[in-house]
């Protein structure tokens, strides 16, 4: 073998492992990796904070399936990464962070920059370590990979001391590859009692969550929900594992988050197959009425997630796809396709119903309007992002999805300013792909710097904020409390103007006031954003204290806006 700088093994291991673009911060005590970093395939985007490297990494990685790669310095580099750390763990991406770090001998001195990130980072990370030997580094690089990949997935820190980084290694490419990450097979008995139960209720559902289409596993779940005639609910995350006009779909229940139509359906099913779904408080609400009259499946590829919100009747470890696939194959081996039953045309009757308005023409305007106009103008293959507020919750509500990792949020951890680093990261990714960024004002406030990124590397996307001058979800949490204290965002001529701010970043952007304006602005972003290969803003102003539909239990949400008129049928049984 020959010996080479161990920073060259690592970037040659990041190759191999389908890395083509990271992001970050060249610093001081990271510059033996940067110097092997320029003379590789792998396009490096230098970002203005290095919690938007994360948050582009984290987009990259969702689209993708593969892992994100974010590097900065020593010191405050890292602790700027740990909110993507953490966004990262909370909703399973895989991510590697790399952090540069003072020289070994002094780290006990309090060396400039020099902090034990590793122990900062051990929380929010499935694996946290500093490299400790140059032989390692590209073993090291090799595992990181692999728990980033397994299990659950999640992210990565690897703390790189300046002195370790000038050493040298031996190491052959041709000689080592990826490590091969274990699918656990679910127990045949544990499946066959799954269609068992299956079989045996009148009013199932399944309930898609983000872990089939971590798992690629949409196919699966259209097959199996198809040959059974079982309608299919998602979670937030699990929002394009399921096509949202398709028959069988039967909305989202949840406590935000949520469909009127589908909290209805969910509320009258008797068993419910949840699939990489971690039961997440907003979606369950009050788990005594989520519960209630409910036989429980509960399939995940992580053993200690079973059993951790609530028991369920019968928990399956195991990988989303192979499941999916098992219970296919047994349902076939006892019978033929079903027929649509009186459950199905339930649900579609629900669907027909229950639906809430989005047409309306009141200015100042009303957010289900934009989300409409959203839905009406973008095609199927858009991918959407959007991060936490009250746009998330109508996005949520409104917002159709069709396909698989076209539809991402931050569902867990919910850091303000995630949308415009992600899509940026996405747009890397896919470059053929049209790219809409969802965002709050407040949101884009957080990380808008990044905005110059995006400008500077020319990586095009269309932004839509929902602009109402306030933190708009604190302001509807504060009505119980009597109160709307420290949440308008409201000075002078309108607070601060995006489309000024647009502008100095050297991007296009234009303000909508009226309903009617807002398609031939998305025309005019998209049009623009190929043109110019620039972010565009379409900044629509809603009326300030617009109320999202929620509550505190699938059966106690609360509605601020008319609702259609309800039409009932008779499906008693």
């Not at 198809?226 to 399921?242: D, I, N, R, S, Y």
């Amino acid at each position: 073998m020959k010996r080479i700088p161990c920073m060259e093994a690592v970037v040659a291991v990041l190759e191999s492992e389908g890395v083509d673009t990271v992001f970050g911060i060249p610093g001081a005590a990271i510059l033996p990796l940067y110097a092997a970093l320029q003379h590789s395939s792998i396009r490096h985007v230098t970002v203005r904070h290095e919690e938007g490297g994360t948050h582009a990494a984290d987009g990259w990685a969702r689209v993708t399936g593969n892992v994100g790669v974010c590097i900065g310095t020593s010191g405050p580099a890292g602790t700027n990464m740990i909110t993507g750390l953490y966004t990262a763990l909370a909703d399973s991406i895989p991510m590697i962070c790399v952090t540069g770090q003072a020289v070994s001998s002094k780290l006990h001195q309090e060396a400039f920059q020099a902090v034990d990130i590793v122990e900062i980072a051990r929380p929010v990370t499935k694996w946290a370590v500093q490299l400790k030997e140059p032989a390692q580094a590209p073993w090291v690089f090799r595992e990181a990979f692999r728990i980033a990949r397994s299990g659950r997935p999640g992210p990565v820190l690897i703390d790189l001391p300046l002195d370790v980084q000038r050493g040298t290694c031996l190491y052959d490419r041709e000689l080592d590859a990826p490590l091969p990450v274990e699918e656990p097979e679910p127990l045949p008995a544990a499946i066959r009692r799954a269609v068992d139960l299956l079989g045996e209720a009148r009013r199932p559902i399944i309930l898609a969550g983000g872990g089939v289409i971590i798992a690629d596993a949409a196919d699966e779940l259209r097959a199996l929900a198809e040959h059974l005639q079982v309608p299919v609910q998602v979670t937030l995350m699990g929002k394009g594992a399921f096509p949202e006009d398709h028959p069988l779909f039967a909305g989202m229940a949840g406590i935000q988050t949520q469909t009127r139509w589908g909290n209805a359906a969910f509320l009258d099913s008797d068993l419910v197959l949840a699939v990489g779904a971690r039961f997440g408080d907003r979606h369950t609400g009050d788990l005594d009425v989520y519960r209630r009259g409910r036989t429980f499946v509960h399939v995940d590829i992580e053993p200690m997630q079973i059993g951790r919100v609530f028991e369920p009747d019968l928990g399956i470890v195991g990988h989303a796809r192979p499941v999916l696939a098992e219970l296919l194959a047994e349902a076939r081996r006892r019978g033929a396709p079903q027929e649509p039953g009186k459950w199905v045309r339930k649900v579609a009757d629900l669907r027909r119903t229950m639906a809430r308005r989005d047409d309306f023409d009141d200015v100042p305007i009303k957010p289900p309007r934009v989300f409409k106009e959203i839905n009406e103008y973008f095609g199927r293959d858009t991918t959407f992002v959007t991060a936490i507020g009250l746009y998330q919750i109508w996005s949520g509500q409104f917002q159709t999805t069709y396909l698989p990792r076209r539809y991402l949020v931050c569902g867990q951890a919910g850091p303000l300013g995630w949308e415009v680093p992600a899509a940026m990261g996405v747009k890397c990714a896919h470059p053929e792909r049209q790219v809409v960024a969802v965002v709050g004002d407040y949101s884009f406030q957080f990380l808008m710097e990044e905005v110059a990124v995006a400008a500077q590397y020319r990586i095009p996307f269309v932004i839509v904020m929902i602009n109402n001058e306030y933190l708009g979800l604190i302001r509807q949490a504060e009505i119980p409390y009597g109160m709307n204290y420290a949440v308008d965002l409201h000075y002078g001529e309108g607070g601060i103007d995006h489309v000024k701010a647009m502008e100095a970043f050297g991007c296009p952007a234009r303000r909508v006031e009226l309903p009617g304006d807002i398609r031939d602005a998305l025309a005019w972003a998209t049009a623009e954003s190929a043109r110019e290969r620039l972010p565009v803003l379409v900044e629509v102003m809603v009326e300030r204290e617009a109320n999202a539909a929620m509550g505190a239990s699938l059966e106690s949400i609360k509605e601020f806006e008319p609702l259609p008129e309800l039409i009932t049928a008779d499906w008693s049984d």
